[in-house]
């Protein structure tokens, strides 16, 4: 709330927001109004919903997967969420570009898993090949969208692709918030079955659980939370893979511990990356950018440690 090129005093800004809370009037300039609740709350709000989403859904696509190194995008998502993104930017501009990277974010998870999916099983290694292969294509029918546009589409396809709250407004929080909810809640409560997932599938079996139908609930559950994240805030990278994973070497493998916590500290991450995104460097990045940066290194990280076995 403080941060930023216009600075709204504290005292001010507590004002202004008991203000709003209990309906009575001040007499601050409308800016201040204007600033706090139209640009910067909503921001906030929606780097929190985004960076909780993408970090739960990591946690939970990690543990179906039994495997640290895997992100929310490893189905095609953000492949399929580009793809949509900038269809609607090049050609059809009546089409909402959020509804745009949503549908075909959820096309191209339901592409790969069924795919994936043959006589009742879906095995993890050919999830992970369907995957390569869907997001291949999508990428490559995104590299043809790019080639045939002009350069004003193009520049909004870019920046798109990587990934900004720089647009957060309160329309793009109702319209994703159902989903987040839905995705967010349904993992939370069946968190427990992740704990079951991880001793593999026949353990699972032996204790009454069917590992196919759970793996499926928590995909679907993953991805629309992810979905609506990247629908509304482009392509952040890593956020879903680092947070999680520091969580566990914190706080230990528990999925009923994780899961919550990853909700609470990925919203609390993307808020301060996008803080220092806007404010850090005299001029505003796009806040995909700062997390692949800071997250690269850790990723790097955490593949030696997998490769020395060094990972619960």
């Known amino acids: 709330m403080f941060i930023g090129s216009f600075q709204v005093p504290p005292a001010q800004l507590m004002d202004l927001i008991a203000s709003h809370l209990f309906g009575y009037s001040t007499s601050y300039p409308e800016v201040y109004n204007t600033v706090i609740f139209q640009v910067r709350l909503p921001r906030i709000l929606l780097g929190m919903m985004v960076g909780a989403s993408l970090s739960i859904s990591g946690a939970a696509f990690q543990g179906v997967f039994r495997n640290p190194l895997v992100s929310p995008y490893i189905l095609g998502l953000s492949s399929g969420a580009a793809f949509g993104a900038a269809l609607s930017l090049a050609f059809l501009p009546g089409v909402s570009i959020q509804y745009a990277a949503f549908f075909f974010s959820l096309l191209a998870v339901g592409t790969t898993y069924f795919m994936a999916t043959s006589h009742k099983s879906t095995p993890t290694v050919s999830l992970v090949l369907a995957g390569v292969i869907v997001s291949a294509v999508f990428d490559s029918l995104l590299a043809i969208i790019q080639i045939a546009v002009n350069e004003k589409a193009l520049q909004s396809i870019v920046y798109w692709i990587m990934g900004s709250l720089g647009t957060a407004s309160w329309s793009k929080i109702y319209s994703a918030f159902p989903l987040f909810a839905l995705g967010c809640t349904a993992m939370l409560l069946l968190r427990w079955r992740l704990n079951v997932l991880a001793l593999g599938d026949e353990e699972a079996r032996s204790v009454g659980l069917n590992p196919e139908v759970y793996k499926l609930i928590f995909i679907i559950a993953a991805s629309l939370a992810a979905s609506s994240a990247v629908a509304v805030a482009g392509i952040i990278g890593l956020v ?73």
Request: aromatic share 12%; no cysteine.
């Open 240 to 312: 879903g893979l680092i947070v999680p994973h520091m969580l566990r070497m914190i706080f230990g493998p528990d999925h009923r511990t994780l899961m919550p916590l990853a909700l609470t500290f990925g919203g609390s991450f993307m808020v301060l990356v996008d803080n220092f995104a806007r404010a850090g460097m005299g001029f505003e990045v796009p806040v995909g950018v700062i997390t692949t940066l800071v997250g690269a290194p850790f990723f790097a990280y955490l593949l030696r440690k997998v490769r020395s076995g060094g990972w619960e």
